[in-house]
């Protein structure tokens, strides 16, 4: 039972449509877990814990079992994602699947039965620099698919700051902002000194030998001498994206 229907349930219990007891008997006989072939248990009542559904991890998995947990995923919920999707696996699973969407800078292949839902605005997301792409595209389309609207400022790092200067006000105005910068990771410093909102930074592997596929940013994001900022792993722009979504739904809306 997806949270739309569980809601509409307490409604009718509340307003006395429905008994208590038959509203027992409902939830009663809700699955809570799906056994995939011999490999995976699907957790049926993320989206109720959780506010969105579970979402498939496509990294080390076979293009079969991606395409079997995703059929089985979408019997039960409008919005349906993988995660580090390759090419060769979204062209297998869309095959089997119909009506899936794959976004190759991201990485993610989805089902959004409800494309023209209202989303909310509030989260914005600033890069250092056009390497970084595919974890800004990983985390903006996370935050789209779970409910947001997304605004992106691309390639503006440090090495051009008057580049960032241009979109203070149009970042002023957001609940959150992330940050996703590779190489020394000193956006995102810079960023939280201007901004008075939750700053979420991403460092990414992009760099030349000393960046250490992506260690160095992640300290220097670490130590960063601006308040407010929060450091998630390296390449995780998923992980940056539900925590964005997460804090803007709980922020007023400066839009409307």
């Known amino acids: 039972m997806d949270e739309t229907k569980l809601r509409s349930l307490l409604q009718s219990v509340s307003d006395g449509s429905v008994s208590i007891a038959q509203a ?33 991890f496509g990294q080390g998995k076979t293009p079969q079992q991606v395409s079997e947990i995703f059929n089985r995923l979408i019997n039960h919920h409008n919005q349906v994602m993988a995660t580090r999707v390759t090419p060769e696996m979204a062209s297998f699973v869309m095959n089997k699947i119909p009506n899936l969407v794959y976004q ?48 992106r400022i691309n390639d503006v790092g440090v090495a051009g700051l008057h580049r960032l200067m241009n979109h203070l006000p149009e970042l002023r105005k957001a609940n959150v902002v992330i940050v996703v910068a590779g190489m020394e ?20 592997s992009v760099g030349y030998g000393a960046n250490f596929n992506g260690l160095a940013a992640l300290l220097a994001m670490l130590n960063s001498c601006a308040s407010g900022v929060a450091v998630v792993n390296i390449d995780n722009g998923f992980g940056a994206g539900v925590i964005a979504s997460r804090i803007n739904h709980l922020a007023e809306d400066k839009y409307e």
């Open 104 to 151: 190759p800078t991201a990485r993610i292949l989805f089902l959004d039965r409800e494309p023209d839902r209202k989303k909310k605005a509030g989260i914005a997301i600033v890069s250092a620099g056009t390497s970084d792409l595919y974890v800004v595209e990983e985390a903006a389309l996370t935050a789209e698919i779970i409910g947001n609207q997304v605004t």
């Open 24 to 56: 027992v008997e409902q939830i009663s006989i809700i699955p809570t877990m799906e056994a995939v072939n011999d490999y995976a248990n699907i957790d049926l009542q993320r989206v109720a814990r959780n506010g969105f559904p579970e979402v498939i």
């Open 185 to 204: 990771g000193a956006l995102v410093s810079v960023v939280g000194g201007l901004l008075a909102c939750p700053i979420i930074a991403v460092p990414t």
